[in-house]
């Protein structure tokens, strides 16, 4: 998309999503146009499904400006329920699902019928989607640990080609449950940060956005933290300020960050909250950035 074309478009779409900052965010798609995002969604938005519609709204105004989005999901609330349904035990060690042979399977059926729900979304706009689950082996992941976890993994390589061969109105859908490193892997329950993570890291992308249902790091006193760099985060860990479910999370952002992302954010899911946060100078959720980066006018 020429320089002149993206203006235009981003000039029109801006106004029909009420951006004020407008020479702000054309500034910002002016230094993303034909940059790669990675967006992983959960939390909030695969909870309240009626803010899908928001959140594809916003994957095609990016499309139409030049900047694709590789969208990657999980979906652990769907799969409580219907673990519940069929009465499977919902259990967790250290975080992770305990993952039997028959929740791997209920799980791939599950986190499919959310890839379509997104996939139908996004061709209500007349764009096209991928849906890359673990039959596509895009991301293949080792066992954890198969006495206390079962079916349950870490990414390990992605076939980037994949990605890199779609069509340029296309846009990807990754599921969390992934294929093994092994051929005689079933599969694996993958946690869907790492997947997002490692996908960001191999294509080398310009972001990578976690999208979940907290607002970001916070302070001692609650109050949210904008822009974090790599030392900064590490004395937060170091001082019990950044803890719990939250660790893994920002460990994500800084093993991507060290592996070539440009930038990485953590933000809740919320009407147009990923655009807000990328497009705007203020942002709405936690930016995580290298050592020594200066902050510019578009970053």
Known sequence: MSNLVSIKTA???????NLSELRAAINYINAFSGKRFVLKIGGSVLNDLSLLPFLVNDLIFLKKVGISVVL????SRQLNLAMTEKKFQVQSIRGLRVTSADVLELAAIVFFEISHEIKNEIEKHGYHSQIFGRETGLVKSAQIDISELGFVGVPRTVEVSLLNNLADNVIPIVSSVTAGTKPSDIGFNVNADDVAGIIASKIKAEKLILMTDVDGVLDENGTLLSSLTVSQVEELIEKKVIHGGM?????TCLNALKAGVQKCHIVKGSTHSFIEEILTDEGVGTEFVKDGFAKKAVN
Not at 11 to 17: C, D, M, P, T, V
Not at 72 to 75: F, I, L, Q, T
Not at 247 to 251: F, G, Q, R
């Open 247 to 251: 660790i893994p999370k920002v460990a």
């Open 11 to 17: 000039r029109k779409l801006l106004k029909e999503h």
């Open 72 to 75: 990657v999901h999980g979906g």
